[in-house]
């Protein structure tokens, strides 16, 4: 029964985030008429008229208040607006202009979903299961932007980290929150430090040897959101995870291509991999990772 209720929380609030993911960079008029973005993704005035002006009808999540197609924005009937079963009945395509509607809206409402049962199935319907899933949430809007317009919008990440600093103040003095919930101030100033500090510092050596940039401050800002509300292990591990499937991922693209990487390679998607599985999976990972350098002989058992 509550994972019924779960689901179709998940799937309700998954609807939501697909708002945000399209409406959070589509109100700003920089992003609008950024000459790099329409070189990556083959857009100009001509081939795609309307991506221009998307900053003059949106203006933030909450507005306009009623849903729209992102080609001729028409705002939906309520009936367009069901997880799953509109995009289902509609046949993938708006209701009026008849433009066909990307699978990733179905694909966020699940993947809310999936998220939703598993937090709470982890952690129980706890403060702990309730923050887990609101970060999981925010890992989603992220990574579909970043992978659209290769940002990291601050409005998330920086009230991300403010929320691990109540978080941290919390348990400092009420303990209302379980690992791997930050547990105090200094896992929260360790967790800043360690995440947006040590990617900070890879970022600017990376521009002095290589002369160009390397990775976005996007970056170090998520992985510092991760730090403050979950501790410098969970940044480190983030790190460490993200750069293996970001790795793996490249390699296959170089592979792939001949000619390399024609695109930019937006990271963000990779770190909340990392974070994800560092989450729900953290001791296991780190009970690996150490056999891993015991076998080796770069650490010794007692």
Not at 15 to 20: A, E, G, T
Not at 58 to 73: D, E, F, H, Q, V
Not at 130 to 156: A, E, K, Q, R, W
Request: hydrophobic content about 50%; some cysteine; aromatic content about 18%.
């Amino acid at each position: 029964m509550y994972a019924i209720i779960f689901i179709v929380f998940g799937l309700i609030l998954g609807s939501f985030l697909s708002v945000c993911i399209y409406r959070i960079p589509a109100s700003r008029e920089d992003l609008a008429n950024d000459p790099f973005l329409d070189e990556v993704k083959g857009k100009s005035p001509e081939k795609d008229p309307n991506h221009k002006h998307s900053y003059e009808i949106i203006s933030g999540i909450n507005s306009p208040k009623r849903s729209l197609c992102p080609t001729c924005y028409e705002q939906l009937y309520w009936w367009h607006n069901i997880p799953v079963v509109s995009w289902i009945l509609l046949k993938g395509k708006c209701g009026f202009c008849f433009t066909p509607i990307s699978a990733r809206y179905p694909l966020v409402e699940l993947l809310t979903a999936v998220f939703c049962v598993f937090s709470f199935s982890h952690f129980g319907f706890t403060p702990t299961g309730v923050v887990v899933f609101g970060f999981c949430c925010s890992l989603i809007v992220l990574t579909f932007i970043d992978i659209d317009y290769y940002i990291l919008p601050n409005v998330i990440t920086f009230p991300g980290i403010a929320v691990g600093f109540i978080l941290a103040y919390l348990n400092q003095i009420w303990n209302l929150f379980e690992a791997p919930v930050v547990a105090d101030m200094s896992q929260f100033v360790w967790g800043v430090t360690v995440g947006g500090g040590f990617l900070w510092v890879f970022a600017q050596l990376y521009i002095l040897i290589r002369r160009k940039e390397g990775l976005g401050l996007g970056d170090v800002k998520l992985l510092a959101m991760v730090g403050a509300i979950f501790g410098p292990n969970a940044a480190f591990y983030t790190m460490f995870l993200g750069s293996v499937f970001g790795s793996i991922f490249g390699l296959l693209i170089l592979s792939a291509s001949k000619r390399g990487f024609s695109k930019p390679f937006p990271f963000g998607p990779y770190l909340a991999l990392g974070a994800v599985l560092y989450i729900f999976w953290g001791d296991q990972i780190i009970e690996w990772w150490l056999g891993v350098l015991l076998h080796s002989g770069l650490i010794y058992g007692a």
